[in-house]
């Protein structure tokens, strides 16, 4: 297991959006972040082995951060194809070990079917566009539907709502933890340059696997 100082360094390298669209709320995972992420679930056992989806992968992100940690297959699901396109040249550019299958598909439902083992990882929407309500939750449920455990980012002071949607939903968040993300300006109503927010990052086990 590598560091995960190591691993930021090599998510470093990973473009973002060249071209963002507001109706997906799309936006770059900070490597930082990234690796926090990917770091907590390889002491916890899910990458090694397991299959990881990156739901709305956008770039690559997340996927690539696990591709790099002994997973048994990697598959990122978005619905932009130039968010695709990216992803696959940043793979390139990290140089996985593991190669990861890119499918442009809904990520909220999936063309996927059970297949052992699963651990999803995902940045989803938080919803904050209007006609994107509620968006967080289609992909939870996704995940749900898919994996075993996932981890997931949210908005900051939401753990007692995802706690109570979780259980909601036959899970249970088992680990939490409170991260900033600094956000450079990507859209034109964005009058800052950068801004951080505060985020929610959970685990939650969905089911025996």
């Known amino acids: 297991m590598g560091t995960k100082s ?63 940690r002994g997973p048994r297959s990697v598959i990122g699901i978005d619905l932009d194809r130039a968010a695709l396109e990216a992803a696959v040249a940043n793979e390139h550019r990290v140089g996985s070990t593991t190669s990861v299958s890119w499918v442009r598909a809904d990520a909220t439902r999936p063309p996927l079917a059970a297949d052992g083992p699963t651990t999803v990882v995902m940045n989803p929407p938080f919803g904050a ?51 900033e993300c600094r956000l450079p300006a990507t859209y034109e109503f964005h009058a800052e340059s950068a801004r951080t927010i505060d985020v929610e990052v959970v685990r939650i086990a969905w089911a025996d696997d």
Not at 141 to 164: I, K, P, Q, T
Not at 167 to 176: M, S, W
């Open 129 to 179: 566009q209007a006609g994107n309500e509620h968006a967080d939750r289609r992909f939870l449920r996704a995940a749900a539907a898919l994996a075993g455990v996932s981890y997931s980012v949210h908005n900051g002071d939401s753990l007692s709502f995802l706690e109570s949607f979780a259980a909601d939903n036959g899970g249970r968040v088992t680990r939490a933890f409170a991260a």
């Open 6 to 68: 190591a691993l930021t360094q090599r998510l470093g390298v990973v473009a973002g959006f060249e071209d963002p669209r507001v109706d997906l709320e799309q936006y770059h995972t900070p490597p930082g972040l990234a690796a926090e992420i990917v770091h907590l679930a390889d002491l916890q056992g899910d990458i090694e082995r397991r299959r990881v989806l990156d739901l709305g992968c956008g770039t690559g992100m997340l996927a690539l951060g696990t591709a790099l």
